[in-house]
Every structure is written in C-alpha cells, then in structure tokens.
C-alpha cells in the first residue's frame, strides 16, 4: 500500500521560506513520478512541480518557476518542495502526489499540507 505522508506547511510573511516534505513508503518508486499540487479556497487543485525519481528531471508551473525547487533523497524516499520568495497568492493546501512515469493520472495522493503567506 502507497502512503504519501506530508509535512513542513505553515504560516510565512510574503517574501519568506518554508520547505515542505514528502515521505513515500509501500514500493520501489524508481519508475515513478512524484509531484507537487496545489488548492486555494474556491479554486481547482493546480500543478505546481513534478520530479521523476530515476534522473532526477524536474518541471515547474509557471508561476513558481524560479521561486520553489523540487528535489528528492533517495535513501530516505523522500521529496523536497523548497519555496522561497513566498507570496499570498501562493496560500493553499499542499499535496504529494505520485505515478508511474507511463501514466498521465496521479494514483496516490497525501492528506496535504496548509500554506499560508501573509502580506
């Protein structure tokens, strides 16, 4: 069984930092994509960065391009999301989520995390 334990959320002044954390467990994640979503109150859940496991690629939303870095440790099988330069718009709850690199749709997601940026 897949688990995806969040952690790391909190409330931050714009302009700050928080790194959020991501712990896998239940199988070897090397054909796996892990990523990072988003959902502010009234709004659809948004894609904010993914990582694949075996290489390390990374992509990135537009709006965080720059600001967050998404990383991961192997040895732990943990994902990092590294946010800096935090700003209100950037309020939501946070969730891990993760695929096969062969799929499009996510099948495992976390409790999420809440982000809050105060101006």
């Known amino acids: 069984q897949v688990q995806l334990v969040e952690s790391g959320g909190g409330l931050v002044q714009a302009g700050g930092s928080l790194r959020l954390s991501c712990a896998a467990s239940?199988?070897?994640?090397?054909?796996?994509?892990m990523g990072w979503f988003r959902q502010a109150p009234g709004k659809e859940r948004e894609f904010v960065a993914h990582?694949?496991?075996?290489?390390?690629?990374?992509y990135y939303a537009d709006s965080v391009k720059g600001r967050f870095t998404i990383s991961r440790d192997n040895a732990k099988n943990t994902v990092y999301l590294q946010m800096n330069s935090l700003k209100p718009e950037d309020t939501a709850v946070y969730y891990c989520?993760?695929?096969?690199?062969?799929?499009?749709?996510?099948?495992?997601w976390g409790q999420g995390t809440q982000v809050t940026v105060s101006s």
């Open positions: 990582i694949r496991w075996s290489g390390g690629r990374t």
């Open positions: 989520a993760t695929r096969l690199l062969s799929r499009r749709e996510y099948d495992y």
């Open positions: 239940g199988r070897t994640f090397s054909s796996y994509v």
